[in-house]
Nanobody
Framework: QAHLVESGGGSVQAGGSLGLSCAVS????????MGWFRQAPGMEREGLAR????????DYADSVKGRFTISQDDAKKTLYLQMNSLKPEDTAMYYC???????????????WGQGTQVTVSS
């Protein structure tokens, strides 16, 4: 089982950057595909980025491709999301997740962090 704690959210103006971190604990951390999701008020939770534990292969949602970068530091057991060129529509609660799978274009996860708020003003 994985325990996930996000940090790094905050407020930024459009065009700016923010970096999120997720501290991961749990014996089987290295076995999970890790990822990031977000959920805006009144919207469904959206999968954004995923990274494979074996080869660091990444997948991104079209909405963030080219702007967001997912990475991980195995030694520190930390997952990162670097967000550049932020837009007001990126405003949401951002969640770290473990056990991320993509099935028929839909993203799912087994374990979730508590979330961190990102607000982008125009």
């Amino acid at each position: 089982q994985a325990h996930l704690v996000e940090s790094g959210g905050g407020s930024v103006q459009a065009g700016g950057s923010l970096g999120l971190s997720c501290a991961v604990s749990g014996k089987s951390y290295s076995n999970y595909r890790m990822g990031w999701f977000r959920q805006a008020p009144g919207m469904e939770r959206e999968g954004l980025a995923r990274i494979d534990p074996d080869d660091s292969r990444t997948d991104y949602a079209d909405s963030v491709k080219g702007r967001f970068t997912i990475s991980q530091d195995d030694a520190k057991k930390t997952l990162y999301l670097q967000m550049n060129s932020l837009k007001p529509e990126d405003t949401a609660m951002y969640y770290c997740a473990a056990g991320v799978v993509i099935v028929a274009g839909r993203w799912h996860a087994a374990y979730w962090g508590q979330g961190t708020q990102v607000t982008v003003s125009s």
